[in-house]
Structures are given as structure tokens and as C-alpha cells.
């Protein structure tokens, strides 16, 4: 079993696996805490078992992670292989991205603006960790995840399968606005302080630089991958009959 740590986490991971969950164990305490009460509620609604033991328990449990008095027993994340995210239309890769804080919070902009899928390679790359998770909000409970062998490699198939690979790049000579996003997108986001490796941009059939108007060249990853996957939205609202 997977632990999964921390009041939204332990309520996306109720919503989304029910009773597949092992239990959620909470926190016994002697003032009241709403937020624990109403969450074990919830969890009983939804069949869900929830037992009560001391914090030190929790504590050893999460190992020094942040747990908010709720750690709940998941199955497995499911890996997806890329055969399964060849229909998507929009999926988003990360390229040796290496902080879990950044990690998550891209899960979580991909799950809430609809991409179908997250490439990450195996090596050079944050772990599905706790706080990863955490750092998802629970939304990575919801995501379609997919760790490949090669990122360049897995790109070069999806672009064989008619997918525009656009990478996000600072450098690059126009601005991601300026590309036609409407049709299968996989949006490549580089990794903390490095970007885009040589042989993953080779890969990618365009690149795009966010438009900064400020005295700043660039974005936190997650924050560039946030706009990225929003400009695919907006061009794709637009362009509804």
C-alpha cells in the first residue's frame, strides 16, 4: 500500500478510490478538530475504514513528511505505458524535472486544465514521493501518469503519431501564442535552471517562449507549465463553433 499524507490528499484520494483504499488513520485528540471529523465522515460515507491511534504513530508512519494528523493507506498509482496516451490530445512532459514541489504542482495544473496524460523519464527526475503528492493537492490521485525509458525517444513517437511536441523554451524566436495549439498537443516543460536538454528540443517539432512583458527572462517551471497549458485552453475555447 501507498501512504498518502495530509487532509486534501487523504480526501482526493477517498474521492478517487473509494473503497479500494486499505484505511485512513487519524489523529486521536482530545480538543475537537472539525476538519479531521468531518474528513473521517466523509471517508465512512464512502465505505472507507478509519481508525484513531496517537500522533507518535503517525509520525513514524510519515517518516518526517507532513501528515496534518491523516494518513490514508492508497493503492498504487497506475502507470500508463505511451502506447495508451497516442489519442490524447493534450499530455505534458517533463524533462528531468527534479523538484518534488515542482512536480506536483504541474500534476495538479495538468489534472485541472485537462491534460490527459504526464511524461516524466525514469532517471534525473523528482520520485512519486509524499510530498510530491502533497504538493499536487491530491490531484495527482487523478492523473494519468506515464514514465518513459527516453523522454526524446517517447516524444519522436508521439510526433510519428501526428502530436505537435512544442517545448517551452526562453530562447526561443516567438511566443507560444504564436503557435497553432488547437490540434494534439504534448507541451515539454525543461527542467530547474537548466531548461530543455539538447537532445529533447531535437525532439520537440516547435518551440515557444511565454511573452514576459517585466524585467525577468523566465518563470518557475511550474508557473511556465501552468501558462503553457492554459494557452492551449484559451486557443481551443476560442476556436469552439
Known amino acids: ?18 473503497k479500494a483504499l486499505g484505511r485512513m488513520i487519524i489523529e486521536q485528540r482530545r480538543e475537537p478538530a472539525p476538519q479531521l471529523d468531518a474528513l473521517a465522515r466523509f471517508a465512512r460515507d464512502r465505505g472507507v475504514t478509519v481508525e484513531q491511534t496517537s500522533r507518535s504513530v503517525l509520525d513514524r508512519m510519515a517518516q518526517g513528511d507532513r501528515h496534518q494528523g491523516v494518513i490514508v493507506e492508497a493503492p498504487p498509482l497506475k502507470m500508463l505505458d505511451l502506447a495508451e496516451l497516442r489519442d490524447a490530445t493534450l499530455t505534458i512532459a517533463l524533462d528531468e524535472l527534479t523538484d518534488p514541489q515542482n512536480f506536483g504542482a504541474i500534476v495538479r495544473s495538468a489534472v485541472a486544465l485537462g491534460a490527459e496524460g504526464v511524461l ?7 520520485p512519486l514521493s509524499p510530498a510530491m503528492a502533497r504538493a499536487s493537492a491530491g490531484a495527482v ?6 514514465r518513459v525509458n527516453s523522454l526524446p525517444n517517447a516524444l519522436a513517437e508521439l510526433a510519428a503519431n501526428a502530436v505537435s511536441v512544442i517545448g517551452l523554451d526562453a530562447s526561443a524566436e516567438h511566443t507560444l501564442d504564436a503557435i497553432d495549439l ?24 516547435d518551440v515557444g517562449k511565454l511573452p514576459m512583458r517585466g524585467p525577468l527572462a523566465s518563470l518557475n517551471a511550474s508557473v511556465a507549465a501552468a501558462i503553457a497549458l492554459y494557452e492551449v485552453v484559451r486557443q481551443r475555447d476560442r476556436n469552439k463553433p
Request: net charge positive; hydrophobic share 40%; glycine share 12%.
Open 1 to 18: 500500500m501507498r501512504l498518502v499524507l495530509g487532509i486534501q490528499g487523504a480526501r482526493e484520494a477517498i474521492v478517487a478510490h473509494g
Open 120 to 126: 516524466w523519464p525514469e532517471d534525473k527526475s523528482a
Open 141 to 146: 490521485e487523478h492523473a494519468r501518469l506515464c
Open 182 to 205: 488547437t490540434g494534439p498537443v504534448c507541451l515539454v516543460v525543461g527542467s530547474e535552471g537548466k531548461g530543455l536538454r539538447r537532445a529533447t528540443r531535437r525532439a520537440c517539432t
